[in-house]
């Protein structure tokens, strides 16, 4: 059984990894790993942490992608590759416009498709823009669901799929931090090391979806850069992305700040070991929603919409907005009312449990030496 795994960007990477690692272990499987390059810089250095070397790379990024660029530069170069492989099973993860592609390529060379993180809506096409659509339309590929949740399964229900492919398996994400983090990590960075994580509040800042681009990523700026001006016990370490459009909205707002901390992307083991340091987290990330509480970490989640309930829903996470007064307000909010932070902060992750990977390879094993794999009725 020759199972392709293809990825693209920094996060698919993170939580694919346990699974190649998982699959490459298992003596029936052949396992192919391909990443289209859609992110560059940010991606090499986690297959460098997980000891992944690909075995194809269509190496397709160019500064200043397009979503169609991405798309079709993608396409073309699976497209190359798909009938030399010539895979029983594509697997691809998450809502990124590498997993579409991946998925589309692989439907038209007949190869069946798994799909991991798979079920997670906002019920809004438009945010997060354009993964909800990428995550619908793999959706429609999909020969086998791996849901993280029991609320991703139930979207995927209410749409109609048959119960008989879907998979709760729990989010690779916590595997992945699972096998990476060090409590005693030493930093790299002389100012990550000298911050004073014990006396001073530490706020740890991340932003970079397309639909925040423009004034609703102003407006989050605006409201950090306020609450550390109010605050001498408050800092922000900013790990920006490497975005141009990002980086030019943090400049503009961030600039003059001190005590805003902007640095380069860091690597995954640092950046998992800022979220164990840090004080509290503010982000519009997919990703950083599932992990930040595993270190019991509030979220503050500067979306309109998310696709991950389960955080906000458990206590873990705050859906906040794009708005400079509910930003501000709910920072002002967890930094001087210890009770509101306590509550956050021992909150329990309802992400998974570390085992996902596993669960994922063995189904994949047991249903492709089944004859009555999720396509049997085909
Ligand atoms: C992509 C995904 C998004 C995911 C994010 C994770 C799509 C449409 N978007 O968004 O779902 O949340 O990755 O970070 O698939 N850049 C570099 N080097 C890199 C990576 C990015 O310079 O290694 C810069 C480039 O200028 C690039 C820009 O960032 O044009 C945006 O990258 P892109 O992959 O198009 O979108 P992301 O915003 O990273
Ligand atoms: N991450 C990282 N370095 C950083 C910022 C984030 O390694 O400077 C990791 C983070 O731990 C998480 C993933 O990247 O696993 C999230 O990626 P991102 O926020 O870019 O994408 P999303 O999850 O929103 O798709």
Redesign the pocket.
């Known amino acids: 059984m020759k199972v392709l795994i293809v990825f693209?960007?920094?996060?698919e990477a993170i939580k694919m990894a346990p699974i190649v690692r998982e699959l490459k272990s298992r003596e029936e499987v052949e396992t192919v790993v391909m990443t289209t390059g859609?992110?560059?810089?940010?991606?090499?250095q986690v297959l460098e942490i997980f000891s992944i070397k690909p075995d194809y790379d269509l190496n397709i990024?160019?500064?200043?992608?397009?979503?169609t660029d991405?798309l079709v530069r993608s396409m073309e170069g699976l497209d190359k590759y798909m009938e030399e492989i010539h895979p029983d099973l594509l697997l691809v993860q998450?809502?990124?416009?590498?997993?579409f592609a991946a998925g589309l390529s692989a439907f038209y060379h007949g190869v069946e498709i798994g799909h991991v993180e798979a079920g997670l809506r906002s019920h809004n096409l438009y945010s997060?823009y354009?993964?909800e659509a990428?995550r619908k339309l793999t959706g429609v590929l999909t020969n086998y669901h791996f849901a993280p949740t029991e609320a991703n399964r139930d979207n995927l229900l209410k749409e109609g799929y048959d119960p008989d492919t879907i998979f709760v398996t729990g989010n690779t994400v916590i595997d992945a931090l699972a096998y990476a983090t060090r409590e005693d990590h030493i930093f790299e960075e002389d100012l990550l090391n000298q911050l004073d994580y014990d006396h001073k509040k530490i706020i740890l800042l991340t932003c970079?979806?397309?639909e925040n681009l423009g004034k609703p990523m102003e407006n989050i700026f605006k409201a950090v850069k306020d609450v550390v001006l109010e605050n001498p016990d408050v800092e922000v370490v900013f790990p920006v992305?490497?975005?141009?459009t990002?980086r030019e909205i943090s400049q503009s707002v961030f600039k003059d700040m001190d005590r805003v901390h902007r640095i380069e992307?860091l690597d995954y083991l640092p950046f998992s070991h800022l979220m164990r340091q840090c004080h509290l987290v503010v982000t519009d990330?997919?990703?950083i929603q599932e992990e930040a509480p595993y270190f019991g970490k509030p979220v503050l989640v500067a979306r309109e919409e998310t696709e991950r309930w389960e955080g906000v829903e458990a206590g873990t996470a705050k859906l906040v907005g794009t708005h400079y007064q509910e930003v501000k307000k709910n920072l002002d909010l967890l930094l001087k009312d210890p009770a509101a932070y306590k509550e956050m902060a021992q909150a329990i992750n309802p992400y998974g449990d570390g085992q996902a990977a596993k669960r994922i390879a063995d189904i994949i094993i047991r249903s492709m030496n089944s004859d009555r794999g999720p396509s049997y009725e085909k």
């Not at 693209?8 to 996060?11: C, L």
């Not at 992110?39 to 090499?44: S, T, V």
């Open positions: 693209g960007t920094r996060p859609q992110h560059r810089q940010m991606l090499d990024f160019k500064p200043g992608q397009s979503l991405i998450g809502d990124t416009s590498t997993v997060p354009p993964e990428n970079h979806r397309r992305h490497l975005n141009p990002v992307p990330s997919g990703g």
